[in-house]
Every structure is written in structure tokens, then in C-alpha cells.
């Protein structure tokens, strides 16, 4: 909504004056300058390809098929989600590149200038715990490398184990978490430049994987019958019971996958040049490369069965089998740091851009973009993320419940009520337009409470099951729904 202190050019809101509340703003959270806006399609894309291909990635079609689906079964879900997940990407995206404003800024319009802390702050919790599992596994391809190069290696510190870890991972496990620290200091235009740099040799990697599959295989029609065999236990289902028991889950953790971003992903796409440039480097990058890199899961996984016997999810396990057969150091070395790369490619923009940002609106005159990355990064070692591995699937279905009720809250408000108009000047007044009721927007929160409780329901009774099978659709559309419904004047 331009005003005195804002103009608008092609589509692109700037505030011209921002108010000076020490509550709301620092330099970190003022919206992007039209200088600022330099991030295209490409860059965009490629942001999406350095998060998407990585190990958690690579292993979905394993989650799935484990829970029941075939290979093809499994690709299909992985493509619906993040088909679906591109939805609420674009729609929240928006306001990000027209306001050039991140993620717990954009929140206030809804949940109120003090209130925007809830769901800011949830998403940033999710966030650190995200950012503990990536650095983990990021950890163990650095040991690997390392035991490649000095044979006493995987002795060291003679089996003593702390808080589940060996010396030698937490050794490795800390100097990766180092190495995520070093861009979170350098800020923003790093990890534009470490996105745009892995991405054309994350996807050559995937490319080799898939030759070395079908090549071993003897073509890709052997391989994806052989893919056959990847079958998960369906115990004679009926094709109901498969779709909500086994289909409906899955979809709903590949939403759970990202969704996380679709909440802040105003966090990158303030940089972006248009609307234009935004919405087609999001469909370039986010559903291609998902649906690419599970399938070379499938594929790989497929030419173990040929080659082992077995099939090998793992690709570090994987790489240790092909190093000790082929006796090749400099195979497994270059293996070991692409999985490196990748890890750390996803983890920068994927969870520190947001927890980063989310502790600065949290306290802004005390914590920047800079200090909130730190805070996050040490919530990262101290929820021991290893040990969330085992809840992977349930744990992605469970958040996707909060997480797709403060989508709908954010949609419905910024779409159906306020038609895409923002009045940017008061997002940054303690005192404005998205005061409320002392800073918080009670009827969000009760919207927001609604969904969550309505998932709820589906996880204590069995009859109602579909709802927390389904979670992320159900903290959805019963949150948009309640909040339209407070907040539409009669």
C-alpha cells in the first residue's frame, strides 16, 4: 500500500523512510533496496538445486518404500509433494519480492507486530533441528575423508563414545558445523554464491550416479525392472487403506520436507527481480531436481541389488563398498567431498537463512542476521540431532501439521483479505496498523490453535485418523478457513 514514505515501481514496493523503532527494525530486517534485488531465475534455481540434492534426499524413495509404496509409487509422492508444496512457495514468495521483506516481517501483518514471534520462531526451532541433522551427516562424509587419508583414523580415541558419537564424528561433526558458520558470517551474497557454484556439479554428480547405474544394470529398462523388487510391505492392503494409510502420509512428508520454506521463503525471494523471475526459478529448481534425485536413489539402489545382492540406500555405506572392491582412494575421496558439498549446500540456505533472521525479529536491537545464524548453529549441536534420525518420516508428518496451519493463516491474510496490499511503513511500527491487541492478532492465534488442535484429534482417535495422516492439509485448510472467517468483515 504506497504511501508517503513508500513508492512502487513495476511491481515493487520500497519504504523510503523506515520508521525508527528499535522494537521492530534493524538493518538486517529492512526491506531489500531496488539495488539489492539482483537475484534471477538462475540464481533462484539454483538456490533450489544446492537444497534438493543431498543425502536426506537421495534416502526418500527408501522412507517411502519402507512404509509401504513401490519404487514408481514412491516417485509419484515425492513429485505430488512437492508439486503441492510449490502452491503455498509462490504464493508466500510473493509478498517477499513485491515488499522485499523476509520472513518474520511478513508475519506481522497476520499475527500482529508482536505476535509474528509464534510461528517465527516455531519455524526457526524446526529449523536448528534440521540444520543438527545436515551438519551431522555433512560430519560423517568429513571423517570419511579423512580415514581415506590417515589409517589410524577410525581408532582414535579407542571406541569411547559421548552422548552417542565417537571422538572421531564429534571431531568432524564440529569442524563441518565450523564450516556452515564460516558463510552464516559472511552473510547473505555467500550463500548466493555458494548456491549458484554447487549446483551445475551437484547435478553432474547426479548425472554420473545414473550412468553408473543403468551401466551396471545393463541399460535403464533392466534397471527399472529390477526396481521391481524395491517393494515395501503392503500386507495385502485394500487400495483405500493403501492411500490414506500409506499414500496420504507419504505425500503429506514430502509437503513436511519443505514445508519449512514455504513458511520463509520471502527470506530469498526479496532479492529476487520480479515476480516473474521468482515463481519460474522456483518451478525450474524445487519439483525437477526432488523428483531427479530420488529417482538416481532408486536408480543407484536398483544396481546394488544387481551388483551386491542387496540393496544399499546409504550412499556413504555405498561409496565404502565400491572403495574397498575397486582399492580406489581418489574415488571415494571425490565421493565423500560431494557429499560434502551437498550437505552443506542445503544447509546454509535450507536452515540457517531462517532461524538467522527469526532470532533478529525476535530482539533487534541486540541480535543481528549475523548473531541469530550463530544462535541457531549452537541450537544445532545442543539438540543432538543424530538422534532424531529414527523419527525421520513421523517427525516430518507431525511438524507439517504446525507448520501447514500458519500457511493458511499467512495465505489467507495476505491473499483473500488483504488482496496482496501490505501497508509496509506500519510492519515496522510498534504502534501501527498491526498492533491489534498488544502486538498480537488474538484471532490468528486461535485460527493457528484450531488447525493444530484439529490434527490433534487425528493422532489420539482412530476413527479420525486421516486428519494427522494428512496433517499438513488439515492444519491448512481448518486454519485459512477459521482465520477468514474471524477476520472477514461483515
Same mark, same amino acid.
Given at each position: 500500500?504506497?504511501?508517503?514514505?513508500?513508492? #512502487? /515501481?513495476?511491481?515493487?514496493?520500497?519504504?523510503?523512510?523506515?520508521?525508527?523503532?528499535?522494537?521492530?527494525?534493524?538493518?538486517?530486517?529492512?526491506?531489500?533496496?531496488?539495488?539489492?534485488?539482483?537475484?534471477?531465475?538462475?540464481?533462484?534455481?539454483?538456490?533450489?538445486?544446492?537444497?534438493?540434492?543431498?543425502?536426506?534426499?537421495?534416502?526418500?524413495?527408501?522412507?517411502?518404500?519402507?512404509?509401504?509404496?513401490?519404487?514408481?509409487?514412491?516417485?509419484?509422492?515425492?513429485?505430488?509433494?512437492?508439486?503441492?508444496?510449490?502452491?503455498?512457495?509462490?504464493?508466500?514468495?510473493?509478498?517477499?519480492?513485491?515488499?522485499?521483506?523476509?520472513?518474520?516481517?511478513?508475519?506481522?501483518?497476520?499475527?500482529?507486530?508482536?505476535? $509474528?514471534?509464534?510461528?517465527?520462531?516455531?519455524?526457526?526451532?524446526?529449523?536448528?533441528?534440521?540444520?543438527?541433522?545436515?551438519?551431522?551427516?555433512?560430519?560423517?562424509?568429513? $571423517?570419511?575423508?579423512?580415514?581415506?587419508?590417515?589409517?589410524?583414523?577410525?581408532?582414535? *580415541?579407542? *571406541?569411547?563414545?559421548?552422548?552417542?558419537?565417537?571422538?572421531?564424528?564429534?571431531?568432524?561433526?564440529?569442524?563441518?558445523?565450523?564450516?556452515?558458520?564460516?558463510?552464516?558470517?559472511?552473510?547473505?551474497?555467500?550463500?548466493? @554464491?555458494?548456491?549458484?557454484?554447487?549446483?551445475?556439479?551437484?547435478?553432474?554428480?547426479?548425472?554420473?550416479?545414473? @550412468?553408473?547405474?543403468?551401466?551396471?544394470?545393463?541399460?535403464?529398462?533392466?534397471?527399472? #525392472?529390477?526396481?521391481?523388487?524395491?517393494?515395501?510391505?503392503?500386507?495385502?492392503?485394500?487400495?483405500?487403506?493403501?492411500?490414506?494409510?500409506?499414500?496420504?502420509?507419504?505425500?503429506?512428508?514430502?509437503?513436511?520436507?519443505?514445508?519449512?520454506?514455504?513458511?520463509?521463503?520471502?527470506?530469498?525471494?526479496?532479492?529476487?527481480?520480479?515476480?516473474? #523471475?521468482?515463481?519460474?526459478?522456483?518451478?525450474?529448481?524445487?519439483?525437477?531436481?526432488?523428483?531427479?534425485?530420488?529417482?538416481?536413489?532408486?536408480?543407484?539402489?536398483?544396481?546394488?541389488?544387481?551388483?551386491?545382492? #542387496?540393496?544399499? @540406500?546409504?550412499?556413504?555405506?555405498?561409496?565404502?563398498?565400491?572403495?574397498?572392491?575397486?582399492? $580406489?582412494?581418489?574415488?571415494?575421496? /571425490?565421493?565423500?567431498?560431494?557429499?560434502?558439498?551437498?550437505?552443506?549446500?542445503?544447509?546454509?540456505?535450507?536452515?540457517?537463512?531462517?532461524?538467522?533472521?527469526?532470532?533478529?525479529?525476535?530482539?533487534?536491537?541486540?541480535?543481528?542476521?549475523?548473531?541469530?545464524?550463530?544462535?541457531?548453529?549452537?541450537?544445532?549441536?545442543?539438540?543432538?540431532?543424530?538422534?532424531?534420525?529414527?523419527?525421520?518420516?513421523? @517427525?516430518?508428518?507431525?511438524?507439517?501439521?504446525?507448520?501447514?496451519?500458519?500457511?493458511?493463516?499467512?495465505?489467507?491474510?495476505?491473499?483473500?483479505?488483504?488482496?496482496?496490499?501490505?501497508?509496509?511503513?506500519?510492519?515496522?511500527?510498534?504502534?501501527?496498523?498491526?498492533?491489534?491487541?498488544?502486538?498480537?492478532?488474538?484471532?490468528?492465534?486461535?485460527?493457528?490453535?484450531?488447525?493444530?488442535?484439529?490434527?490433534?484429534?487425528?493422532?489420539?482417535?482412530?476413527?479420525?485418523?486421516?486428519?494427522?495422516?494428512?496433517?499438513?492439509?488439515?492444519?491448512? /485448510?481448518?486454519?485459512?478457513?477459521?482465520?477468514?472467517?474471524?477476520?472477514?468483515?461483515?
Amino acid at each position: 500500500m504506497p504511501s508517503a514514505d513508500t513508492r #512502487e /515501481v513495476d511491481g515493487l514496493v520500497e519504504l523510503l523512510t523506515p520508521p525508527d523503532d528499535p522494537v521492530l527494525r534493524n538493518p538486517d530486517l529492512d526491506p531489500t533496496a531496488r539495488e539489492q534485488r539482483t537475484w534471477n531465475r538462475w540464481n533462484l534455481a539454483a538456490l533450489w538445486v544446492g537444497m534438493s540434492v543431498c543425502v536426506p534426499t537421495y534416502m526418500l524413495a527408501a522412507s517411502l518404500i519402507a512404509a509401504g509404496m513401490n519404487w514408481w509409487q514412491a516417485m509419484l509422492a515425492v513429485l505430488l509433494g512437492n508439486l503441492l508444496v510449490m502452491v503455498p512457495m509462490i504464493l508466500n514468495g510473493h509478498a517477499g519480492t513485491r515488499y522485499g521483506i523476509p520472513f518474520p516481517v511478513f508475519a506481522r501483518a497476520a499475527f500482529g507486530v508482536f505476535g $509474528s514471534h509464534i510461528p517465527s520462531i516455531a519455524r526457526a526451532l524446526v529449523a536448528c533441528g534440521w540444520f543438527g541433522i545436515q551438519t551431522y551427516i555433512g560430519g560423517e562424509a568429513m $571423517s570419511a575423508m579423512i580415514g581415506l587419508l590417515w589409517d589410524g583414523w577410525a581408532t582414535l *580415541g579407542g *571406541g569411547a563414545m559421548f552422548l552417542g558419537l565417537s571422538l572421531t564424528s564429534w571431531i568432524t561433526f564440529l569442524l563441518f558445523w565450523l564450516l556452515n558458520v564460516y558463510f552464516v558470517w559472511r552473510g547473505t551474497e555467500s550463500i548466493k @554464491w555458494l548456491e549458484t557454484l554447487a549446483a551445475p556439479f551437484l547435478l553432474l554428480v547426479g548425472v554420473a550416479l545414473l @550412468w553408473w547405474a543403468t551401466g551396471k544394470a545393463g541399460g535403464l529398462g533392466t534397471l527399472l #525392472e529390477q526396481s521391481s523388487t524395491l517393494v515395501g510391505d503392503q500386507k495385502d492392503m485394500s487400495a483405500g487403506a493403501f492411500l490414506l494409510t500409506v499414500f496420504l502420509p507419504g505425500v503429506t512428508a514430502m509437503l513436511g520436507f519443505w514445508a519449512t520454506l514455504s513458511l520463509n521463503i520471502p527470506d530469498f525471494t526479496r532479492y529476487a527481480k520480479n515476480q516473474q #523471475e521468482q515463481v519460474v526459478g522456483q518451478f525450474l529448481g524445487l519439483p525437477t531436481t526432488m523428483l531427479m534425485f530420488s529417482f538416481v536413489g532408486v536408480a543407484v539402489t536398483s544396481a546394488t541389488v544387481i551388483v551386491y545382492g #542387496e540393496p544399499i @540406500w546409504d550412499p556413504v555405506k555405498l561409496v565404502a563398498r565400491l572403495t574397498s572392491e575397486s582399492g $580406489s582412494t581418489t574415488l571415494a575421496f /571425490v565421493s565423500m567431498l560431494t557429499l560434502a558439498i551437498a550437505t552443506l549446500s542445503t544447509n546454509i540456505a535450507a536452515n540457517i537463512v531462517s532461524p538467522a533472521y527469526s532470532f533478529s525479529n525476535a530482539f533487534p536491537r541486540k541480535v543481528s542476521f549475523r548473531t541469530g545464524g550463530l544462535i541457531a548453529a549452537g541450537l544445532g549441536i545442543v539438540l543432538c540431532p543424530w538422534l532424531l534420525l529414527d523419527m525421520y518420516i513421523g @517427525w516430518l508428518v507431525t511438524y507439517s501439521g504446525l507448520l501447514g496451519a500458519v500457511g493458511g493463516v499467512l495465505i489467507a491474510d495476505y491473499w483473500l483479505l488483504r488482496g496482496t496490499k501490505l501497508n509496509l511503513v506500519d510492519l515496522y511500527r510498534s504502534n501501527g496498523e498491526y498492533r491489534y491487541a498488544d502486538g498480537f492478532n488474538h484471532k490468528a492465534l486461535v485460527a493457528l490453535l484450531a488447525g493444530i488442535a484439529v490434527v490433534m484429534v487425528g493422532y489420539f482417535v482412530p476413527a479420525a485418523s486421516f486428519l494427522f495422516q494428512g496433517a499438513w492439509f488439515t492444519g491448512f /485448510v481448518v486454519s485459512a478457513g477459521m482465520y477468514y472467517g474471524l477476520m472477514r468483515k461483515p
